[in-house]
């Protein structure tokens, strides 16, 4: 390991770097002064370019947006930028260019102008010293940004950053408007669209309503009141038609006995039956003539009888009979007047039979239609939901719909009276007295760090470099071994004695550096 390096490998202390500043002082401050004043000549060889800037201020609506919504984003950085592309294209330079600069090449000057312009947002704090004088100081002002735009004359960036604040201001208020002119034309035709909808699904509902009449949702309670009194009147029915049939029975079974008793009446008066009981009582009489005299007395009743029967008969032969149905109608109105009570009753008990039966029936197929209803009433009230599900949906959409009409109508005549957003010059575009490049305090400054950085690294080369014993720890380092006494260095020169040294080794750095290295200024065990 050589000199150098032993020195260089010890832990160096603030004394040493203070030591090291001190012999390198020169070799860093020639370049750190001479540097910033070959940066400030540099700064000459560039064309000055001049920067003009126009302050432009947002200013929200003036109504109230709770009361009227914007049609445009709030998000102002994002239209800003939008606004800055949107002024770019071609056919909103070309005419600027055009009448600016005439004779020039109107491409390569768009071209230009992109490259040269800028905007920037506007700290709030300068909005609020400008716009709102007498604001509290938490006050929260509208929004502002500044149109920049860097050309190599001065009026040259004021005319274009004019032309520039302009376009955007114009680009706003266009787009504004046209915002809320075509938000008012699609809300014209979604409200003709959901009043048509609005109109099918209200047809729909009231055929369903028709068509489901009774079994909707809302009728199911009153289906099962009806069904239970259905039931009810059926059953009272269903008693009163076993009723009116057991009557009808008992007066069936009454009629059939009087009929027989007034039969077997009708019978006596029968020539065929009366010549029969004469046969019959002449063979009697001959039986008991017999056995008797003609002064007993069942002879004698029996020859009366015999005399009865004949008289009938001959009454009957004299009687002349018309026809069998005047006949039958005879034999019918002479029918007692018990058999024609129960013949009546019979009638009355078969018209209540009849119309027990109809109600019967009747009955029946009602409750079998509500319980039919009542079976469906979950598909249908199934079916009805979405019905006026989407029904009130298309209801909810219409009236929304109508409701941002209204909003868009009101925000196209508040644009029309100036009362909604705007963008305006706050400031117009100035007039730049000094270039905005180059800036020679930069490029003096610029180098002033190069000089020091120059004149810093050229003095840590020149240390690294450096082999000197200066002091007992560089000695000690060099040799490994402690240091037992150190003696003052005694100057040898004239130098040292007249002034030039004072005797302690503070002359040049050379002489020093000689002088340690044949080892005369420490003595070594």
């Not at 709030?124 to 509208?142: D, H, M, V, W, Y």
């Not at 029918?335 to 013949?343: D, F, G, T, V, Y």
């Not at 029936?361 to 019905?387: C, F, H």
């Amino acid at each position: 390991m050589d000199v150098r390096e032993m020195i260089t490998s010890r832990e160096l202390t603030v004394q040493d770097y203070v030591a090291m500043l001190r012999r390198r002082a020169w070799i860093i401050l020639v370049p750190a002064l001479v540097a910033p004043l070959a940066g400030y000549l540099v700064s000459y060889a560039f064309h000055s370019k001049f920067t003009s800037q126009s302050v432009v201020m947002i200013e929200g609506q003036k109504v109230p947006e709770s009361m009227v919504q914007p049609v445009v984003s709030t998000d102002y950085t994002a239209r800003v930028s939008t606004l800055a592309q949107q002024i770019q294209a071609e056919s909103k330079l070309r005419p600027v260019v055009q009448r600016l600069f005439p004779q020039s090449d109107a491409g390569a000057m768009i071209d230009t102008i992109r490259a040269n312009m800028s905007v920037e947002p506007v700290p709030s704090e300068l909005l609020i010293g400008s716009t709102a004088k007498g604001k509290k100081p938490n006050a929260s002002p509208f929004p502002g940004f500044y149109v920049k735009y860097t050309a190599p004359g001065a009026r040259e960036a004021q005319m274009i950053c004019n032309e520039l604040t302009a376009l955007m201001v114009d680009e706003n208020a266009r787009q504004i408007a046209d915002a809320a002119t075509g938000t008012s034309e699609v809300l014209n035709r979604g409200i003709e669209d959901a009043k048509n909808n609005l109109d099918s699904m209200d047809a729909k509902l009231a055929e369903f309503k028709k068509h489901y009449v009774g079994q909707l949702p809302g009728d199911e309670e009153n289906n099962l009141k009806i069904l239970t009194g259905l039931n009810s009147q059926l059953e009272s029915n269903t008693q009163t038609l076993n009723r009116a049939q057991q009557d009808k029975a008992y007066a069936t079974s009454m009629l059939a006995q009087q009929l027989a008793a007034w039969k077997t009446s009708q019978n006596a008066t029968n020539p065929e039956t009366l010549q029969k009981q004469l046969s019959d009582l002449q063979t009697q009489l001959l039986q008991l003539k017999s056995k008797y005299t003609d002064d007993h007395p069942d002879v004698i009743k029996t020859k009366a009888d015999i005399d009865g029967v004949k008289k009938k008969l001959a009454d009957i032969n004299k009687a002349s009979a018309s026809d069998t149905d005047e006949s039958t109608d005879k034999a019918s109105i002479i029918e007692p007047a018990e058999i024609r009570q129960l013949r009546l009753q019979l009638h009355q008990y078969e018209d209540l039979i009849g119309a027990a039966t109809r109600d019967q029936k009747r009955l029946q197929q009602e409750i079998s239609t509500y319980q039919s209803r009542i079976s469906l009433s979950p598909a249908v009230e199934e079916q009805y939901k979405q019905l006026t599900r989407d029904y009130d949906n298309a209801q909810k959409n219409y009236e929304d719909l109508q409701a941002k009409k209204s909003s868009a109508d009101l925000t196209v005549k508040m644009n029309n009276q100036a009362v909604g957003e705007r963008m305006f010059p706050l400031q117009a575009a100035d007039l730049p007295d000094s270039p905005s490049f180059p800036n020679r305090l930069f490029f003096a400054l610029g180098g002033l760090a190069a000089g020091l950085a120059i004149g810093a690294g050229i003095a840590l080369i020149l240390e690294l470099r450096d082999s000197s014993i200066r002091n007992e720890r560089d000695a000690e380092a060099v040799l490994e071994l402690p240091t037992l006494i150190a003696v003052p260095w005694v100057a040898t020169s004239a130098v040292g004695i007249n002034g030039n040294g004072n005797g302690n080794g503070r002359f040049k750095f050379w002489q020093r550096k000689k002088s340690v290295e044949n080892g005369s200024a420490v003595l070594k065990a």
